[in-house]
Every structure is written in structure tokens, then in C-alpha cells.
């Protein structure tokens, strides 16, 4: 799987959008981008994953740039909730039963008042 | 609809004494993983079992034994417990591909060792 890079902090303020940033230069070409959660203390939490388009659910939308070496996570309207340690996993599509998540320090975001 | 389940929360062990971690999930899923998390850092993978009757190491899987139970449980055991063992644990499942890197995540246990 390949290595990501994500800043250590980020502030946002409550009700603006929240963009969270990933480096994954090395990422091959079936290789997808995961993004989880942790608010504190407890277990993460899955919010999206995509491999070359523009993914959005109810939570988040993922944009990843045309030559797949970076990503962004974007909270549209980020509330004190929202407020958690955000991880950036990039995986290999697994196609057996089980799969070896890598989680790194991650992103932790701060939303203020 | 539970999810995935864990006991204890919290426990407190003197070294050299073992206990096992519970886990359950009703999600029908195949997949159950056990991970730790040391201040600060992030998830380590412990032992994960991909279908029942199956167990796997996972990047720390020294001082620990796990048992896939049935399908719904997947126990994690200590043996003799050392300080260093002092952690977060959680436990997750997943469903089948296309969904294998879905993991649901339990609510953990803090286990400190004295």
C-alpha cells in the first residue's frame, strides 16, 4: 500500500467547509483512497473511499486530482462534531475476505465557535 | 442493531496476570480484526481472522492469542500481561469484497497494566 502524508493539525471554523489534505505520490493505478474518522477516545469511524472520481455521501465528498497524487477530504459544514483525529489510507483493493488497514497519526481536526 | 460490541471498557491488571478481551459483531460479516492504540499513535493491526475457523497475524502479534469463537465472536487473550501491553483496544469486522476495506469499529477496551 502506498505511503500518505497528511498535516499534523488544521482549524476550522464551525459552519464553514472543512478541506483536509492528502499526499499519496506513490499511489499505483488500483490502489484506492480511504478516509476514516476518530472522534475522541472512540473507535474510527469509515466516512468514504474512491479511486479516481469525485465521491460524495452523506457525510463527505472526496476529491482526488487527475494523476492520483493527492486528495482532499471536504467536511462542507463543519460542526463542533466533526471535530476528530481524520486518517488517509490509500489500499489496495482487497478482493479476499480480510484487509490489513495502515493507519497512520492522521489529520486532527479542530472545529471552533 | 448493535454493530460491533466489546467488553470489558475498562480494566486494570497487575503484571503477569491474563484476561480476555470479548468481541461481538450482528452485522453477518466474515471479517474480525483486533487492533491496539498507544497514546498518540495510530491503529496497529494485532490478529485478524478473515472467515471462522481462520486467524491471521497481524504486525504486533506477540503477547496476544486470539479465538474466532463463531461468527459473531472474536476473543482476544493475554497471557501474562506486561506493562507494555498497556493500550486501547478495538476490535472490527468487515463484510465481503467489494466491502472488505469497510470496517466497522467497536468502542474499545482500556486496559492498563501495573
Known amino acids: 500500500d502506498a505511503k500518505t502524508t497528511q498535516p499534523t493539525s488544521m482549524d476550522c471554523a464551525e459552519g464553514r467547509a472543512a478541506n483536509l489534505p492528502c499526499n499519496h505520490s506513490?499511489?499505483?493505478?488500483?490502489?484506492?483512497v480511504y478516509w476514516y474518522r476518530q472522534i475522541h477516545s472512540q473507535g474510527p469511524q469509515y466516512i468514504i473511499h474512491g479511486l479516481k472520481n469525485n465521491e460524495t455521501n452523506e457525510m463527505a465528498s472526496l476529491i482526488i486530482t487527475e494523476d492520483r497524487k493527492s486528495s482532499t477530504l471536504i467536511l462542507p459544514h463543519a460542526t463542533l462534531r466533526d471535530t476528530a483525529v481524520y486518517y488517509c489510507?490509500?489500499?489496495?483493493?482487497?478482493?479476499?475476505?480480510?484487509?490489513?488497514?495502515?493507519f497512520g497519526t492522521g489529520t486532527r481536526l479542530q472545529v471552533t465557535l | 442493531n448493535a454493530g460491533v460490541t466489546q467488553t470489558p471498557k475498562f480494566q486494570v491488571l497487575k503484571t503477569g496476570q491474563s484476561m480476555t478481551l470479548q468481541c461481538a459483531q450482528d452485522m453477518n460479516h466474515n471479517s474480525m480484526y483486533w487492533y491496539r492504540q498507544d497514546p498518540g499513535m495510530g491503529l496497529r493491526l494485532i490478529y485478524y481472522?478473515?472467515?471462522?475457523?481462520?486467524?491471521d497475524k497481524g504486525e504486533v502479534p506477540n503477547g496476544y492469542n486470539v479465538s474466532r469463537l463463531n461468527k459473531r465472536e472474536f476473543s482476544l487473550r493475554l497471557e501474562s500481561a506486561a506493562p507494555s501491553q498497556t493500550s486501547v483496544y478495538f476490535c472490527?469486522?468487515?463484510?465481503?469484497?467489494?466491502?472488505?476495506?469497510?470496517?466497522?469499529f467497536g468502542p474499545g477496551t482500556r486496559l492498563t497494566v501495573l
Open positions: 472490527a469486522s468487515s463484510g465481503d469484497w467489494p466491502y472488505t476495506d469497510t470496517q466497522y
Open positions: 506513490t499511489i499505483s493505478g488500483n490502489e484506492y
Open positions: 489510507i490509500v489500499r489496495l483493493g482487497s478482493t479476499g475476505t480480510a484487509s490489513k488497514l495502515t
Open positions: 481472522s478473515a472467515s471462522e475457523g481462520t486467524t
